[in-house]
């Protein structure tokens, strides 16, 4: 069974951080893409990944976010993070980690494994 958990969300003031945690469990985890995505309550979630790194480390990011955000994984821990600097009240959002061995099906939105998401809210 593939489960993704994820944990880390909190509340901050503008202009500080949070690290981001994404547990994999039931796959492969060096063979899969992985992504970040967000959605505000009320609001679509955002089509694309904010946030994507393929099976080989190659990472991608939504230009909102490029230069505050880093993505990054732990092949020991099956691990996926998501570093958040700088953060602005528009970050708020509930924050999703996602899986799926197409990295285009990741970066698009498309992916077959979804985690539950975790809360940042960001305070002016």
């Known amino acids: 069974q593939v489960q993704l958990a994820e944990s880390g969300g909190d509340s901050v003031q503008s202009g500080g951080s949070l690290k981001l945690s994404c547990v994999v469990s039931?796959?492969?985890?060096?063979?899969?893409?992985l992504g970040w995505f967000r959605q505000v309550p009320g609001v679509e979630r955002e089509l694309g990944a904010i946030a994507g790194i393929s099976d080989i480390g190659t990472t991608s990011y939504a230009e909102s976010v490029k230069g505050r955000f880093t993505i990054s994984k732990d092949y020991a821990k099956n691990t996926l993070y998501l570093q958040m600097n700088s953060l602005k009240p528009e970050d708020t959002a509930m924050y999703y980690c996602a899986a799926d061995n197409a990295r285009s099906r990741v970066v698009g939105g498309l992916a077959r494994y979804w985690g539950q998401g975790t809360q940042v809210t960001v305070s002016s």
């Open positions: 039931g796959l492969p985890f060096g063979d899969y893409c």
